[in-house]
């Protein structure tokens, strides 16, 4: 398997038929080469699983590492770890093959002669990031941050108790 400056890649045409496998180091140049947005950097090590026969390839990829986003609750840049593996069948035919739009399977053409798995590898990190990113304890979050969100929930809780407007409505809770 190769790395070139942008791309992985997985060279079809020179791999005989048997078991490959490949560490590589994601970090700072792929997030910005694969225009990452909320990623600032990452520190992931994927271990490649490559076994290539006749017709049909298997291909299992898994990620370990960290990746920086920014927290959620105070906006401070933080190292997130993420864990993720696929495994996916790589069939040669057409794309309009049946399994084309199944899920874990990849069709290439007859006179493909490479694999480019920085699409897969994209789409493995962002899936591995949660919908909310906070730091685990939110005592590692920007004090100044936390003090002044909590003083404004309470700012709003004192004037929505006192508002004059809701006084008639309360009695009938």
């Known amino acids: 398997m190769s790395r070139t400056r942008d791309t992985y890649t997985i060279p079809l045409q020179s791999l005989k038929e048997g078991v490959f496998d490949e560490v590589l180091e994601i970090g700072k140049e792929f997030i910005e080469a694969q225009e990452m947005d909320g990623v600032f950097n990452a520190d992931i090590r994927a271990t490649i699983h490559f076994v290539k026969q006749k017709n049909l390839h298997t291909l299992s990829i898994a990620m370990k590492g960290t990746v920086s986003v920014a927290c959620d609750r105070c906006l401070d840049v933080f190292a997130l770890p993420i864990e993720m593996s696929q495994d ?15 899920e ?70």
């Not at 996916?88 to 199944?102: F, Q």
């Not at 990031?129 to 002044?148: G, M, T």
Request: charged letters at 30%; hydrophobic letters at 35%; aromatic letters at 4%.
């Open 88 to 102: 996916m069948i790589v069939k040669i035919g057409e794309k309009d093959d049946e399994l084309a739009d199944a």
């Open 104 to 173: 874990n399977v990849m069709v290439i053409a007859p006179d493909e002669t490479e694999i480019g798995i920085s699409p897969i590898l994209y789409e493995m990190i962002m899936l591995s990031i949660p919908l909310k990113k906070v730091h685990p304890n939110e005592k590692d979050c920007n004090a100044d941050v936390v003090s002044y969100l909590k003083q404004s929930a309470n700012n709003k809780t004192k004037q929505e108790s006192t508002d004059p407007r809701w006084d008639s409505l309360k009695k009938y809770v």
